[in-house]
C-alpha cells in the first residue's frame, strides 16, 4: 500500500472535519446525552441530541479520538440536524452498509459529505472509529423514544 | 548474538505487507513463533496427541510426560522449588484471577488493603478492584514519580500493617519501567503482606529467577515469550497454594469424588480443573528451550541497545514526546503532537510496520499520562537497529503527512 491508499482513507474532507469539527460542543439540560467509548482503543464520544416532535433539532458532540472518529462525529451530528428520527436512523444504517463497502441505495437521501469516509471500508482496523458516532445517535434517539 | 540467523528461525518475519517488508513492532501484545514451537506443536498433534493423567495407553503417556516434562522446564526456568509451584493457566489474566478468587476473596476483611500501582495492565488490577469489592477491603495506589518509576520510599509509606496482598507489575507495558520486585516484595513481607507480581512484561524479556525475588506468586503468558496463545502460568508459594481452594472444579482437579463431599488432587493439579492445555504447555517447552539457547541475558541487552537506539532515533523527530524513564525495558511508547496514535499507526502500517496504538489496557495509566491513548513500538530478539531505522522514517512521514493535509 502506498501513500496514495492512505489518500483513499484521509481524504481532504476528512481532515477539515477533524480540523475545523461542527456542532462541537453541549446542549442545556433538555436534551438527551450519550456517552459512548471504543473500549479497545480510547476513542469517546459524548453526544448531545434535541428531539423534539420526531426531529431532530440539535446535535452537539465532545470527545476525544482519532482523525477518523471526530470528523465522523462531526459529519454525522451536521447531517442529522433538522431530519427526523427515521430518516437519521435510514442514514445510519447506510451508513453501516457503506461501512461494510456494500453498495448504497441513496434516492432519497444525500450522505453529503459523509460519502468521503467510504474509504473506510478499506482498512478494517477502522471502521469502529468511524461508526462510534452513529452508535451513539442511535442510542440517543431511542432513549429519547423511551422518555416520551 | 547473531540476529540474521535468529531472523531465520521466524517464518512470519519473511513476509511483505502492504507492498514493504514486514517490520513486526508489537511484541508486548504477543511475540512471533519461532520454528521450533511451530514444529513441537505440529509434531506433538502429529504423533502423541492423547489425553492426560488416565488411561494406560502409550499415547496417554506420551503426552502426560511431555506435559509434565513442560513443567518440569517451567520450574527450572523460573527457579521454582518444586513442580508443585507451577500451575499451568490460560495466561496471565486468569493466573492473576486464580489468586484473587482461591485466595484473596477467601482470606481479605473489611479494613483489609491491597496495595496497587497507577501502571498496573487491566490484567493486574481489575481482580483486586473487584476482591476489594467483594471483601469490603480497601484498593490502595503508591504514588508514581513524574516520569514514571516509583520508589521504595512510596512504596514503604503505602503498605502498613493493614496491608495484606500487594500486587505489582515487574515491566510496566506502557512505560518500560521496571520495577525493583526483590525490595518491593521485602517491603510488603516486613508487614505480613503477599506480594503478586505480574511477570507478563518481564518473563520473555529478562532472566527471572521467583525465589531469589522471593515474590510469593508470579504470573506470565507463553504467548508473549514465542510461546503458543493460550498457555501461561502461576507461580505461587507451596504455602500459600496448598491454603488456597482451587477455582474451577470439575474433572483432573479431584481425588475422590462422593455423592455429596468430593477431595482435591495435590498441588499442582488441583488448579487445573478440565483437560490441561497440553499442546500449549509443550510448545512453552519448546519456547523455553529457544530462549535459554539464545541467553536470557543476551536477549535483555539487545533490546536494551535497541530501546536506547529507539530513544535516541525518535528524540529527533521535533514534536514527538516519549513517554517513561530513561532506564527502560524494550519499548518505547509516544505520541506526535497534533497526530492522533490510530492515525500514526494507520500511515505506519501502509508501510509495513506494525506498531500498537490505543490504551494498552491501562486506562488509569493513560488518565495518568493525561493522554487518551498512545502508539508504542516494542522489541524482541529478532529485532534490528533497521526496524527502529524504518520506524522512525514512517514516523517522519506520518508528520509530514498530517501536516500537509492541515
Known sequence: MSFNNLDT????????????PRNRGSLDDESVTIDMNNPTCGDRIELHLQVEDGVVQDAKFEGEGCSISMSSASMMTQAVKGKDVEQALKMSSMFSDMMLGNEIDN?????GDIE???????????IKCATLAWKAMEKGVASDEEQS | MDIQAIREQFPILDQEVNGHPLVYLDS????????PVIEALESYYRQNNSNVHRGVHTLGSRATDQYEGARERVKDFIGARSTEEVIFTRGTTTAINTVAYGYARHVLQEGDEIVVTEMEHHSNLIPWQQAAKYTGATLKYVPMEEDGTITLESFRSTITNATKIVAVTHVSNVLGTVNPI?????????HDALIVVDGAQSVPHMKVDVANLDCDFYAFSGHKMCGPTGIGVLYGKKEWLEKMEPVEFGGEMIDFVGLYESTWKDLPWKFEGGTPIIAGAIGLHAAIDFLEEIGMDQIEAHERDLAAYAQTKLKEIDGLTIYGPKQRSGLVTFNIDGVHPHDTATVLDAEGTAVRAGHHCA????KWL??????????YL????????RLAEGLNRAKEYFGDVF
Open chain 2, 28 to 35: 508486548a501484545a504477543t511475540s512471533q513463533k519461532p520454528l
Open chain 2, 382 to 389: 529478532y529485532n534490528t537497529k533497521e526496524d527502529i531505522d
Open chain 1, 9 to 20: 482513507l484521509y481524504r481532504q474532507v476528512i481532515m477539515d472535519h477533524y480540523k475545523n
Open chain 1, 107 to 111: 434516492e432519497d437521501i444525500d450522505l
Open chain 2, 370 to 379: 493525561d493522554t487518551a491513548a498512545t502508539a508504542r513500538a516494542s522489541f
Open chain 2, 363 to 366: 486506562q488509569p495509566l493513560m
Open chain 2, 182 to 190: 526483590k525490595e518491593i516484595a521485602a517491603i510488603a513481607h516486613e
Open chain 1, 116 to 126: 468521503a469516509l467510504q474509504g473506510v471500508s478499506k482498512f478494517p482496523a477502522r
